[in-house]
């Protein structure tokens, strides 16, 4: 799998229109400069293309239509000796180109669009930066115990600090509340006031109540004369009461009352 990989070719870059000039010999090591070619009569002009495969990066110098090759320089290396920039401009570089039997030789390369010559530049690095990040991967595959380790343990002397106090008592808070009595039909019921104290509804004067009240009977708790002869307590005064016509209709039936005795009147 991995030599197929090595023999897959990678297009890279192209760009249509570039020129070649022809470099004189440099006289010293201070760079190439684009002025000294005679720029106004390239020797060449073509389309340029970049591919790699494997680790090798190639600048291919080929016909527009035929796509015949005419040059081809080999990169091992970016930067490196086999692609130098020019001191004098952006658009122009020297690359060394091979033949295949040996034979190199050191040409101008230029494009019309200095965006062309950056995207010349960016696609040399990227190549061989994927080509280091490659290297240290399997680097670190052969060796796995070299490679920096995650260490999550506690240092001699480190301590951490844990707030529990506010975990209680959000979970006490929490545990505290009771659900309110459903009612009829499942509603809820409020809760009484505090201290509040309940009261019978009280009629205004001169009207009757709907209904009244009758002793209450425990289970199995029969109603007998002893139960009835038990001392009431004493009625209050008809005047103050609101009870008034009660009143009178009981004392109108007082005679009766009398004449059975034994019996407690309601």
Known sequence: M?????EYEAVLCVKPAVHVYRVPPRASNRGYRAAEWQLDQPAWSGRLRITAKGKIAFIKLEDKTSGELFAQAPVEQFPGIAVESVTDSSRYFVIRIEDGNGRRAFIGVGFVDRGDAFDFNVALQDHFKWVRQQSELA????????????????????????????MKKKE?????????????GGLSLLPPPP???????????????????TPAQLPGTPITDSLLSWPQPAAAPAAADVWGDFAKASGSASNQ?????????F
């Open 139 to 166: 680097k670190q595959a052969e060796n796995p115990d070299q490679g920096p380790k995650l260490d999550l343990g506690f240092k001699e002397g480190q301590t951490i600090k844990l707030n529990i106090a506010n």
């Open 2 to 6: 991995a030599a197929e990989q090595e």
């Open 195 to 213: 201290g509040g104290k309940s009261s019978a509804p009280v009629c205004p004067s001169g009207e009757r109540p709907s209904s009244l009240s």
């Open 172 to 184: 006490g808070t929490a545990g505290n509340t009771r659900p309110r009595p459903a009612g009829p």
């Open 257 to 265: 009352t009398q004449a059975n005795a034994g019996w407690v009147q």
